[in-house]
Nanobody, 117 residues
Framework: QVQLVESGGGLVQPGGSRRLSCAAS????????MSWYRQAPGKERELVAS????????NYADSVKGRFTASRDNAKNTVYLQMNSLEPEGTAVYYC??????????WGQGTQVTVSS
């Protein structure tokens, strides 16, 4: 069955970096664009970054542009989010997903990132 397993979260100091990973299984990963989302306490889930099928193109929310980098390794069925210069506003649960899974209502468990001194 379909599975998305996010990992790499934790406590990070402001200005620090963190690399998130998302391992996918149960579907043709290399055939779908992938995105990262985050949900902060009391806020709606928001799109953070997207990466195309071959990883050749990415898009970012204005709030993370220049600080976050999304990438993927289709041989490993894994998508990554490198987060630099983290700010307290980056505290959230981070999820990866693809549009076709979102339409079916599927989300993984996410990984918590807390930016605090």
């Amino acid at each position: 069955q379909v599975q998305l397993v996010e990992s790499g979260g934790g406590l990070v100091q402001p200005g620090g970096s963190r690399r998130l990973s998302c391992a996918a299984s149960g579907f043709a990963f290399s055939s779908y664009a992938m995105s990262w989302y985050r949900q902060a306490p009391g806020k709606e889930r928001e799109l953070v970054a997207s990466v195309t099928i071959a990883g050749g193109s990415t898009n970012y929310a204005d709030s993370v542009k220049g600080r976050f980098t999304a990438s993927r390794d289709n041989a490993k069925n894994t998508v990554y989010l490198q987060m630099n210069s983290l700010e307290p506003e980056g505290t959230a649960v981070y999820y990866c997903n693809s549009n076709f899974l979102i339409r079916s209502g599927y989300w993984g468990q996410g990984t918590q990132v807390t930016v605090s001194s």
